[in-house]
């Protein structure tokens, strides 16, 4: 947000600006007025002066004399700066009215903040947390199995990136092993959206794999919601052996309801490393990618969506970009302003110069009769 400076009542300024210019010129030429002023006064004296010492002879220049003890004190009073400065020091007052002037007219600052309408896309993100998500494939450029994540920390990351790309949008997250479950409900803050995100852990639904209740708990998720486009997006790596609701079943009914489906199947092909736990600790052992892609493409093909599969890290990234660029949509926004009163930045200092001039002219720059 970037900050802005405005008047809001600049209409003063073109009545005082007038007023103040013309003040400043008689501010500034009064001085030579009253020394015009003073010069017409001299010489005026002086012709009166002149025609007196005609008729009265010597007796006038008697008159006319002043006598000085010593002319000492008249020379170094007029070598003195006194006037000079007590000019410049009145001429504060010239700084003080501005800013009461400027202070009349309300300096404001403001913020633009923007407004946005709730009629984007709604996106359940449905995350697999199986025991199978421990495989080590996806971090493949890693030759070192100990420095490779797993599958699931590797999701993570990137699903986190999508939702900071998508800030008009609401993004709910649905997990799912044996059993499916929502882990946040759909939302704009995306900031708790990714504090939840970040507590996803390998079994914590089970270690089975059950695809169809995970899309069903979505589509209930997104049945009631007025967003001009549903989305699901479904990330595995297995084949679905568990849940009362079947794959191809769940997507029907989430089509019915006007939710589109993306699936994403994660996992390199033939076998993957993959930690073990066993009696001697942990193992590396490898394992078939078992993924059901026929099944993952049909469901998406029901529901209007697409099927891709991620071989590793780059992949998987290149995906959710792929399906951002694919649902994009328009949002309305209104723009407003936040404003802040700024008229103490100048009333505070224009007090000061006040009292400076006060002082000074009161104490060492006093004038006397």
Known sequence: ?????????ARWLWVLL?????????????PRWRHLAVRRRFSVGERASVGRKASEGGKAAERAAVSYSSLVHARQSARSGAPTARRLV??????????????????????????????GIDIVLVIDTSGSMRALDLDAHERSLSRRRDRLEVAKDVVETFIAARPNDRVGLVVFGA???TQCPLTLDHGIAATFLEQLEIGMAGDATAIGSA?????????NSEAESKVAVLLTDGRSNAGALTPLRAAEAAAALGVKLYTIGVGTRGQAPIVVETRFGPRVVYEDVEIDEDTLRRMATVTGG????AEDVA?????????????????????FMEYEERFAWLVTPAVFLLLLEVVLLDTRLRKLP
């Open 1 to 9: 947000m970037n900050e802005k400076l405005l008047l809001a009542d």
């Open 306 to 309: 697409a099927y891709f599969r």
């Open 215 to 223: 899309v069903g708990v979505a589509t209930k998720r997104l049945r």
């Open 315 to 335: 992949g998987l990234e290149t995906i959710y970009e792929r399906i951002d660029e694919l649902e994009k949509t328009e949002i309305t926004q209104e723009s």
């Open 90 to 119: 009145s001429a504060l007052r010239l700084v003080v009215v501005a800013l009461v002037l400027l202070a009349v007219m309300r300096p404001q600052t403001g913020r633009a903040l923007t407004e946005v309408s709730t009629e």
């Open 179 to 181: 059993e499916a479950f």
């Open 18 to 30: 007038p007023l103040y210019v013309v003040w400043a010129l008689l501010w500034w030429l009064r």
